[in-house]
């Protein structure tokens, strides 16, 4: 049975869901089977379509709403050459989320709203939060340091402050969030939820394979690294043997390996060299990435694929946030949901009951 505590804030009346919490969308891991739980334990799922051509996010999104009427919402990539085509899709069935990990364009974001979809773009500064609440964002999810996957340097009680206090629209918290007292921390710093991806990965709805979702169980909270050698950016990570590997060798040592997975990429892809070509113009213009990163840039999918969906970790690389040395189960969705609003309305209700003392 479900919570009977609710926690209202405008997260839930923009997206229309019971608890102020999401799931993010995270490659490989954010399928049909997860956002349907998260949706069904009255969270807001998002699919990750980074990973999906086209027709499989159509069949995703198909199969996520043969399962439930609750909201969802899909995760676009903004500087993909078919965003368009994506939003189009989004619209046609009529998805009530789209949240970008890059600011997407204006007329994007006119789009979605012109047809009912909230537009909760990804952010790692003030200013970027500025210019799409400028382009008529509905909301803004910030990601600290603590985070897995790519990540800033800044954590995110510094960050979410900055962020809140620079925009007049809803701010999402995300990076470093577990449990309860990480949600009630968040509403005190003004934020409207949190987002969370290591957290819900780590559940029994996630369709990571068990021994994988066992082997990060049994990292501590220095079990992560930060590297650049995967992509070119900062990635959070597993600290793995194959990540070891991969922070020790050098760029000739690299070379091969990357060309390879561009090609498995492609193949799984079913993009065009010229699609691809097109995409990275405009990856490396919207990030400012060289081309050698950009080169870098095409292990990612593949490498995160062997590990989270092959679930070999001598191939692999397996995206993590600091929690994850916090984590020592594997919830349902519907469990982890319900005890963090449990334990967020205890630790709200403690706070309000303190004494202030004047004088």
Not at 163 to 185: K, N
Not at 193 to 208: A, H, K, P, Q, Y
Request: charged share 20%.
């Amino acid at each position: 049975m479900s919570t009977q505590n609710r926690i209202k804030t405008p997260l839930t009346e923009l997206a229309g869901v019971e608890h102020p919490i999401v799931q993010t969308g995270m490659g490989w891991v954010a399928g049909p089977r997860l956002v349907t739980a998260t949706a069904e334990a009255g969270a807001l799922g998002i699919l990750a379509s980074a990973t999906m051509t086209l027709d499989q996010l159509e069949h995703a999104i198909v199969e996520v709403k043969s399962h439930t009427d609750k909201p969802f919402g899909v995760n676009l990539r903004a500087d993909g050459a078919d965003a368009p085509d994506r939003v189009n899709l989004m619209i046609k069935y009529g998805v009530k989320v789209a949240s970008f990990a890059l600011a997407p364009k204006r007329e994007l974001i006119e789009k979605l709203k012109e047809n009912g979809s909230v537009v909760i773009p990804s952010v790692g500064a003030a200013r970027h939060a500025e210019k799409v609440a400028a382009w008529g964002a509905d909301a803004v999810m910030v990601q600290g340091g603590e985070g897995g996957g790519h990540t800033g340097a800044i954590p995110t009680t510094l960050l979410l402050p900055s962020v809140v206090d620079a925009v007049d629209i809803p701010v999402i918290a995300a990076g470093g969030f577990f449990d309860g007292r990480g949600l009630a921390a968040a509403l005190a710093y003004g934020a409207v939820g949190i987002g969370m991806g290591t957290r819900f990965l780590l559940t029994s709805d996630s369709s990571v394979p068990e021994d994988i979702k066992q082997r990060y169980l049994g990292f501590g909270l220095d079990g992560t690294v930060v590297t650049t050698k995967a992509d070119g950016m900062p990635h959070r990570l597993l600290r793995t043997e194959f990540v070891k590997g991969l922070e020790d060798g050098g760029r000739l040592r690299q070379l091969l390996p990357t060309l390879r997975r561009s090609v498995q990429f492609k193949e799984m892809s079913g993009q065009s060299w010229l699609g691809l070509a097109k995409d990275g113009l405009s990856m490396k213009r919207g990030t400012g990435r060289s081309w050698n990163q950009m080169m870098l840039a095409a292990n990612t999918p593949m490498l995160l694929k062997a590990g989270l969906v092959d679930g070999d970790t001598s191939a692999g690389m397996l995206a993590a946030g600091q929690v994850v040395g916090m984590v020592n189960d594997l919830p349902s969705c519907q469990e982890l949901v319900d005890r963090i609003i449990d334990e967020a309305v205890l630790r709200l209700r403690a706070a309000s009951g303190a004494v202030l003392v004047q004088g």
